[in-house]
């Protein structure tokens, strides 16, 4: 093993991963197209890197990372919760959770039936960001965001960076083929504070999380030098 794979030892390293499942009734949730494979292969990576590693994760058909802490969750509040409990033990947090923006107002306590109805409307309520709260109280952790974009993936990237107060963002166009949802390959661009941009060719989400990673050392390191 490289040396340098074992950089994140002594560290420890909180994924978030999966979609979030907002239910309606007992049977039907509102949801996104993530499968999971980006966050666990950042997991993975951090593991192999020599990190202690948290992994929440919602509901995946990925089998569970053998050396990860993994916790399970379905919904966004479930998530939250899960990420303030454990987030104070962290070193560094790689956000790869699609979590689901809006939810609806009220889960119903029995099957919505659609005999007499024409039509359905269904309200729908914010879910918490969290990341951004994350971001008001990081410290000198180091924060990780993704954007999945379908346009301006660069421009809308950067505001998402500034407004969560991040370290890193991976921005991804999900509108390329061999990226984004449920293929094991992934096309990012790595985006710093400082504005630095590091675009990669096409890789396997293994690749992309070990270059995450080495990026997220690199500011680990130069702040140690610092202080
Ligand atoms: O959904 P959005 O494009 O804003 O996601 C950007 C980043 O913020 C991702 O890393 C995602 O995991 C995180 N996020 C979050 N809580 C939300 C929405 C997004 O932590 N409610």
């Known amino acids: 093993m490289r040396k340098s794979q074992l950089e994140l030892k002594g560290k420890t390293v ?6 979030t499942q907002e239910p309606l009734d007992p049977i039907r949730f509102i949801s996104n197209r993530s499968s999971g494979k980006m966050g666990y292969a950042v997991a993975l990576a951090a593991l192999k890197f020599g990190a202690k590693v948290i992994l929440i994760s919602g509901p995946t058909h990925l089998s569970s990372p053998q050396g990860v802490n993994l916790v399970r969750i379905v919904t966004a509040r479930e998530l939250r919760e899960a990420v303030l409990k454990h ?7 790689v956000a790869a959770a699609a979590v689901a923006d809006y939810r609806p107002e009220s889960k119903a306590a029995r099957k919505i039936r659609k005999e007499g109805r024409r039509e359905l409307t269904i309200r729908l309520v914010r879910n918490p960001d969290i ?17 999945a974009e379908t346009g301006q993936m660069i421009t809308n990237a950067r505001e998402k960076l500034k407004k969560k107060n991040l370290d ?12 984004g949802f449920e293929v094991d390959t992934n096309i990012v661009s790595i985006i710093s504070r ?12 293994t690749r992309v999380a070990e270059r995450i990673l080495r990026e997220a050392v690199k500011i680990i390191k130069n702040t140690e030098r610092t202080t």
């Open 14 to 19: 909180l994924v978030t991963a999966g979609p």
């Open 87 to 93: 987030f104070p033990k962290a070193d560094v947090v």
């Open 131 to 147: 990341l951004r709260e994350l971001g008001k109280t990081k410290g000198d952790k180091i924060l990780v965001g993704f954007a």
């Open 168 to 179: 890193l963002i991976v921005a991804n166009d999900v509108t390329k083929k061999g990226s």
């Open 194 to 205: 400082d504005g630095k941009i590091i675009s990669l060719p096409k890789l396997s989400k």
